[in-house]
């Protein structure tokens, strides 16, 4: 079974940017970020396809960017003009069950 890492998060100030990593132990094929913020549930944040078709929730479309690699089985999400309100734990998911153990991203001044 594939497993999934995740990087990058961290402090950033309110209108900062950071890159999220997912590497996987193997083939991936479409994949999604989600995120959850303290006392709330877990919502999609982007997919992306094999193929590299993406969609975005509303929150985040033109600030964020999903992207892959797959050379490398490794997807990114980059983040831009961040908000208090993006703070989460983020998460990459192969669709299929499978989860990274999530990546704290706390944006605050």
């Known amino acids: 079974q594939v497993q999934l890492v995740e990087s990058g998060g961290g402090l950033v100030q309110p209108g900062g940017s950071l890159r999220l990593s997912c590497a996987a132990s193997g083939t991936i094929y479409k994949m999604a970020w989600y995120r959850q913020a303290p006392g709330k549930q877990r919502e999609l944040v982007a997919t992306i396809t094999s193929g590299g078709s993406t969609n975005y929730a509303d929150s985040v479309k033109g600030r964020f960017t999903i992207s892959r690699d797959n050379a490398k089985n490794t997807v990114y999400l980059q983040m831009n003009s961040l908000k208090p309100e993006d703070t989460a734990v983020y998460y990459c998911?192969?669709?299929?069950?499978?989860w990274g153990q999530g990546t704290q991203v706390t944006v605050s001044s």
């Open positions: 998911t192969n669709l299929f069950g499978v």
